[in-house]
């Protein structure tokens, strides 16, 4: 039997998002395009792939193989794609990517481990950049890909396409003030101390513009550079924080609450520059941002049981 590459994505996503709908929209097709392809997949193999119920689907044995599998074909299909590639291309000519300091703590740094390990012809100059600057360098030829904001980069004229959760929430010391909360209002959350990033940092100035001129007085104890310094802060108990949960590792016994603002919710998304688009390499970097945007298990609040709990690894 014969796959179709665009069929194994295809495959992978419904896999990884547990729905033929979330599948069929990362890959910009319709429904029943998206079944028809699942099903002449499933007459070829002679197999039933997918457990179809009400909620969404779930890969049988055999899918799960045919994941597995698909996922190597993909990665190997890249590296060939980026070797043949290098022979047309300047040695001396990298890949820009850009992102927010959101995207720059964890999901971009993923990312690039994967692909600069299976591309060793292929370099790679990565700039941290607010969602306006980003557009702007995309549009104007200056960027190859970006991790973006979706409330900040609609109707830009980029190719784009979802990429993953990037809510906000709110994180204290284990079995401190939040302890036996699951979600709170920023403004419930601003009558305590908290800690933040400096104020020129990408994710403070979000914050801050959709709080508005009626913002709450804040106490920060301490602002600081990086997520990670945050992160460490907090779970000395110094103060609480909003951050986005992907930054949140599920074994840093921190407590976690959902943060119930409407804006806090927000998703990233893949953007791609008008240059390079057909570029195999570009292609490949960009599947290796979406193999580390995929969700990994994170527990609601630090006092669940952690034992079901597997930590990301790339693969």
Same mark, same amino acid.
């Given at each position: 039997m014969?796959?179709d590459?665009?069929?194994l994505?295809l495959?992978?996503?419904?896999v990884?998002?547990?729905?033929?709908?979330?599948?069929a929209?990362?890959m910009?097709?319709?429904?029943?395009?998206?079944? @028809?392809r699942?099903?002449?997949l499933?007459?070829?193999?002679?197999?039933?792939?997918l457990?179809?119920g009400?909620r969404?689907?779930?890969?049988?044995?055999a899918g799960?193989?045919l *994941?597995?599998?698909?996922?190597?074909v993909?990665d190997?299909?890249?590296?060939? /794609?980026?070797a043949?590639?290098s022979?047309t291309?300047s040695?001396t000519?990298p890949?820009?990517l $850009?992102?927010?300091g959101s995207?720059?703590?964890?999901?971009?740094?993923? =990312?690039?481990v994967?692909?600069?390990? *299976?591309?060793?012809?292929?370099?790679?100059?990565v700039?941290?950049?607010?969602?306006p600057?980003?557009v702007?360098? $995309?549009a104007d030829?200056?960027?190859?890909?970006?991790?973006?904001?979706?409330d900040?980069a609609?109707?830009?004229?980029?190719?784009m396409?979802?990429?993953?959760?990037?809510?906000?929430?709110v994180?204290?010391q284990?079995?401190g003030?939040? =302890?036996?909360?699951? @979600?709170l209002t920023?403004?419930? *959350?601003s009558?305590?101390? $908290?800690v933040?990033? %400096?104020a020129?940092s990408?994710?403070?100035?979000?914050?801050?513009?959709?709080?508005?001129?009626?913002?709450?007085?804040?106490r920060?104890r301490?602002?600081?550079? %990086?997520? %990670?310094t945050?992160l460490?802060?907090v779970?000395?108990?110094?103060?609480?924080?909003?951050?986005?949960?992907? @930054?949140?590792?599920?074994?840093?016994?921190?407590?976690?609450? /959902?943060?119930q603002?409407?804006?806090?919710?927000?998703?990233?998304?893949? *953007?791609?520059?008008?240059k %390079?688009?057909?570029?195999?390499?570009?292609?490949?970097?960009a /599947?290796?941002?979406?193999?580390?945007?995929?969700p990994?298990?994170?527990?609601?609040?630090?006092?669940?049981?952690?034992?079901?709990?597997?930590p990301?690894?790339d693969?």
């Open positions: 014969r796959y590459l665009d069929d994505r495959f992978l996503h419904i990884t998002e547990g729905s033929i709908t979330a599948g929209h990362r910009h097709l319709s429904l029943p395009s998206a079944s @028809a699942v099903r002449s499933e007459h070829h193999a002679g197999v039933t792939l457990i179809r009400r969404g689907v779930r890969p049988t044995p799960t193989t *994941a597995r599998h698909a996922r190597d993909l190997r299909t890249a590296r060939l /794609e980026s043949v590639a022979y291309r040695p000519a890949l820009t $850009l992102g927010g995207a720059m703590h964890r999901l971009v740094p993923q =990312a690039l994967s692909f600069l390990r *299976a591309h060793p012809d292929v370099d790679v100059t700039s941290e950049s607010r969602t600057q980003t702007r360098m $995309l030829g200056e960027a190859d890909l970006g991790v973006v904001l979706d900040e609609r109707d830009c004229g980029l190719r396409e979802p990429l993953g959760d990037d809510s906000l929430v994180i204290g284990s079995g003030i939040l =302890a036996g909360r699951t @979600a920023y403004g419930e *959350a009558e305590h101390p $908290l933040g990033l %400096n020129g990408s994710l403070r100035r979000w914050i801050e513009k959709h709080l508005g001129p009626h913002a709450p007085v804040v920060y301490t602002t600081v550079a %990086n997520l %990670n945050l460490a802060l779970a000395a108990g110094v103060g609480l924080a909003v951050v986005p949960r992907r @930054a949140v590792d599920t074994h840093q016994g921190l407590d976690v609450c /959902e943060l603002d409407p804006w806090a919710r927000r998703h990233h998304l893949l *953007a791609w520059g008008v %390079n688009r057909a570029s195999p390499a570009v292609a490949a970097l /599947e290796h941002l979406r193999h580390a945007a995929l990994e298990p994170f527990p609601r609040t630090a006092h669940h049981d952690p034992a079901g709990l597997r990301f690894h693969g």
